[in-house]
């Protein structure tokens, strides 16, 4: 259960985290650094994945 709730947090996390990396990808022209900002996105959405198959996992089993 404390797992669950670990991983809820984190989902929570991330998608906000997402949000901040969305809005600063909008804000900027640099080609540059909107390549940074979405290889970010992208680490930022495969854990979330991952976090989410771990979550629906462990729900599973109660």
Same mark, same amino acid.
């Given at each position: 259960m404390r /797992?669950?709730?670990s991983l809820e947090?984190?989902?929570e996390e991330l998608e &906000? /985290? &997402? %949000? *901040? *990396? &969305? @809005? %600063?990808?909008?804000?900027?022209?640099?080609?540059e650094k909107l390549m940074e900002l979405q290889t970010e996105l992208d680490k930022i959405s495969h854990r %979330? +994945? +991952?976090a989410m198959l771990e979550w @629906? @996992?462990? &729900? @599973? /089993?109660?």
């Open positions: /797992q669950i709730e947090a984190e989902i &906000s /985290q &997402s %949000q *901040v *990396v &969305s @809005e %600063q990808m909008l804000e900027t022209n640099d080609a %979330q +994945e +991952e @629906e @996992e462990l &729900s @599973e /089993q109660l």
